[in-house]
């Protein structure tokens, strides 16, 4: 048995030596974005061939969950933006929105973003409640150093290690057996940055599905201390790319008269945007009970343009 | 829970420390641990199905002592007929019952009948072929009096549910498996390296083999039409080293499983690619399912004693029903029937030809092996009758695109190369083990075999889809 042990600390010793050498495997994006190539309708390729190979600017980012792929409707609040600003200042807003919810990818994107662009402004949206700690691509994505961080010290920690050092074995083959097979895989056809969508769910399931939303009383999520955290790595981001961060609320229905989790940390140290509730009661601005179609997108672009607007003046 | 998934690799460690942590005075207590830890394992698959293990258990352990206690002939029949009949009604309902109805309505349609009954989506239990066999066996075996009935209950209920074996075998026998846990295994550090040497091998079978082979397999059986005749070709002869390495692997892994508990699993399979015949193909595959048939189905219909009708009857009997217990699809019926006529050709008239041993009956049971799992992959009759077409289809113009039949060409290069090189292996183990060519070499030597084989599993496995075997079906 004594044997047994000590060879089980030699291999575990060869583990660690390999985790190590795993993780100082240099990331390269467009291999860590065709890693999740199927994810999300491919967003994460449209992302990484707006980032790393058109070279129009990014001048306003939109990061969020799909509740912004659905609200932010970017080419016409672009539109509506720079016809009150002058034809040499035009910008271009981008709504880099992804599916789900995991703070800690926003700020995996926001490093992408500020690698190749310089945005003046990041709208980043909160959701209404703090509901999950990590995205689950986080670990394909993000840099070793930001998985490894303490500050993403939860429950998903031991899951994003092993994941992280999966996909780095994976590039690690990829680029040792050059089987790279880069392609813009376009499987969905929907329009990138904004998502358009039509009504899904009947009248009457989403008056059903409201009344159940507001007669729950929220209790705060239990992961807000970790979206706190990354947060204030997002605003640290922001701050040394000289770049201003805004907050906005995803509502959505029946939860939009709640306070939302995370407001007392938002509101003494950031802008925030709350949308009006009458765009989110109105059934006829949803395609489903969590995010808006294309009449409730384009119910919200004033709000969008006067923030922008307000928030680049100051 | 998969042998190769990662809550496998952590479930593992933890039920083996628990095990030989405990005392060994403590049988019960670790006998008791094995139980659980298998429980969780089948439940991890679907906690519902472990109910029928479970009742499975207690029927043939009340079943087998009773059949001890009882002294009538009669009486003896009554209770075998029980267990026989609990667990063929197990199996025939959760594996065959959607099929013969679906069947039924087929023929009743084809006869100008209006069928149209409710399609039955039964969910298949996994391992239920296997387990079922075992207990059947164990009862059949006290009835013919070979062996007593196991007194313990909790010897008997880790005997059916041992985790290694549970889901897709061996199919273990009561006499080589009970008086196993009626003792107390003590631990040896070399079992324990053979053990983890023969996991390894089986992963690399598995992920890196036939996962890899998957991909030109998988795209092909896709739409057969729509590839040409080499690829057809890649394609088909792809699928019979994958499903070698996908079924080996796996029982490599769960014999390799159970002696780090100090356990002794039959063998499954001893290359059965070098076989030098059908009919020691036969022995060489599977081995635990074809002593199963062998024992209970071909030997009390008379075997080979009977004369060569009632023998020709009795082998075509045995690969109907093998093709059938492998599943309920008329595709699996027709390979089991193929190779039962491939059976009796080669002993009636191939044998005859003296030159025949040797390579001319390796060629032969090859190509039986190979064209009849095109029947054993399809879906459906139809698909491999297409499948079987494009094999002939004319040489046209289209430039074959065999590289592009992997996500990459060199994916398909380092698999080739993975797959001569365990052939290789194979023709040096032969009917041995992989520990046979390694447990000879210095400790430094066995190190770095062991390194280079954890190496070539990193580098070259496939780890892209979601962690299954194919016996899994099953």
């Known amino acids: 048995m004594e044997q047994l042990i000590r060879h089980i600390l030699v291999v575990l010793l060869l583990m660690f030596f390999v985790g190590v050498f795993l993780f100082r495997v240099e990331r390269d994006p467009k291999q860590a974005y065709y890693f999740v190539r199927e994810d999300c309708y491919s967003h994460g390729n449209w992302i990484q061939q707006r980032l790393f190979e058109q070279s129009l600017p990014v001048d306003v980012a939109f990061l969020g969950t799909s509740v912004s792929i659905h609200a932010v409707y970017d080419s016409l609040i672009q539109q509506s933006l720079n016809s009150l600003l002058p034809q040499d200042s035009a910008l271009e807003v981008v709504n880099f929105g992804y599916c789900r919810p995991g703070m800690d990818l926003k700020y995996a994107f926001l490093q992408d973003i500020f690698t190749t662009k310089a945005p003046k402004l990041v709208v980043l949206e909160l959701p209404m409640q703090s509901n999950a700690a990590s995205h689950p691509i986080f670990p394909n994505l993000a840099e070793a150093k930001d998985i490894l961080r303490p500050n993403q010290l939860n429950k998903d920690y031991p899951k994003n290690v092993l994941t992280a050092a999966q996909t780095r074995l994976s590039w690690f083959r990829q680029r040792f057996w050059k089987s790279n097979n880069y392609q813009f895989y376009r499987k969905y056809h929907t329009a990138y940055g904004f998502g358009t969508g039509q009504l899904e769910r009947s009248v009457e399931t989403l008056q059903e599905i409201q009344e159940k939303r507001e007669a729950t009383t929220i209790r705060p999520g239990s992961y807000q201390k970790t979206d706190q955290a990354n947060i204030r790595a997002i605003q640290k981001l922001c701050t040394a790319n000289n770049a201003k961060l805004v907050i906005w609320y995803g509502k959505t229905l029946g939860h939009h008269m709640h306070t939302p989790d995370n407001f007392e940390f938002v509101k003494d140290r950031f802008d925030y945007f709350v949308p009006p509730d009458s765009v989110f009661t109105n059934y006829s601005n949803l395609m489903d009970e969590d995010h808006l179609n294309t009449k409730g997108a384009e119910a919200l672009i004033p709000f969008f343009r006067d923030l922008i607007f307000s928030s680049l003046s100051e | ?474």
Not at chain 2, 39 to 52: D, M, T
Not at chain 2, 286 to 307: A, C, K, Q, T, V
Not at chain 2, 455 to 468: H, Q, V
Request: net charge positive; aromatic share 20%; with cysteine.
């Open chain 2, 1 to 474: 829970m998969v042998f190769n998934s990662i809550s496998f690799a952590v479930f593992l460690p933890v039920i083996f420390a628990l095990y030989w942590s405990v005392p060994r005075e403590r049988l019960r207590v670790r006998n008791g641990i094995l139980l659980l830890g298998s429980y969780y394992f089948y439940a991890c698959w679907n906690w519902q199905f472990l109910s029928l293990i479970i009742a499975s258990s207690l029927v043939d352990y009340y079943v087998g002592n009773r059949l001890m206690q009882s002294k009538e002939e009669q009486d003896r029949k009554r209770w075998l007929w029980l267990s026989l009949g609990f667990n063929l009604a197990l199996l025939g309902t959760f594996k065959y019952l959607g099929f013969f109805a679906e069947s039924f309505e087929s023929f009743l349609n084809l006869l100008g009948f209006k069928a149209n009954w409710v399609t039955l989506k039964i969910l298949l239990p996994v391992g239920i072929s296997f387990y079922t066999f075992q207990t059947l066996s164990y009862t059949i075996d006290i009835y013919r009096r070979k062996i007593n009935a196991e007194s313990d209950w909790l010897n008997f209920f880790v005997f059916v549910a041992f985790f290694p074996q549970l889901v897709a075998g061996p199919i273990e026998r009561a006499s080589s498996m009970l008086p196993q846990f009626r003792k107390v295994q003590k631990f040896d550090y070399q079992q324990f390296l053979s053990g983890f040497r023969l996991i390894l091998w089986g992963l690399i079978k598995k992920v890196v083999i036939a996962d890899n082979l998957a991909y030109p397999v998988d795209h092909f059986y896709s739409n057969p039409e729509a590839y040409t005749q080499p690829e057809a070709w890649l394609a088909v002869l792809a699928f019979s080293i994958q499903i070698y390495g996908d079924f080996s692997g796996y029982s490599d892994i769960a014999i390799g499983t159970a002696r780090l508990f100090g356990f002794k699993l039959v063998d499954n399979f001893l290359t059965p690619l070098q076989a030098g015949s059908l009919r020691e193909f036969w022995t060489r595959w599977h081995i635990s399912l074809m002593n199963w048939f062998r024992d209970y189905i071909y030997f009390p219909l008379g075997g080979s004693r009977e004369g060569p009708s009632r023998h020709a009857r009795n082998i075509l009997l045995v690969f109907f029903i093998s093709g059938l217990w492998h599943g309920s699809n008329w595709t699996f019926i027709f390979f089991g029937l193929m190779h039962g006529l491939g059976y009796l050709l080669e002993s009636r008239i191939l044998r005859k030809w003296k030159r025949y041993d040797g390579w001319p009956g390796w060629f032969y049971m090859y190509a039986v092996w190979v064209f009849s799992l095109i029947l054993f992959r399809s879906e459906n009759i139809r698909q491999a009758g297409q499948a079987f077409l494009t094999l002939w289809a004319p040489i046209t113009d289209r430039v074959p695109e065999i590289g592009g039949m992997f996500p990459h060409p060199n994916i398909g290069w380092y698999t080739g190369a993975s797959m001569v090189l365990m052939l290789i292996i194979d023709q040096f183990i032969r009917k041995e083990e992989i520990n046979d060519l390694i447990h000879s070499k210095s400790s430094w030597g066995q190190w770095g075999i062991g390194l280079l084989m954890v190496l070539w599993l990193l580098m070259c496995g496939r780890f892209d889809i979601a962690p299954t075997f194919y016996y899994f079906q099953f």
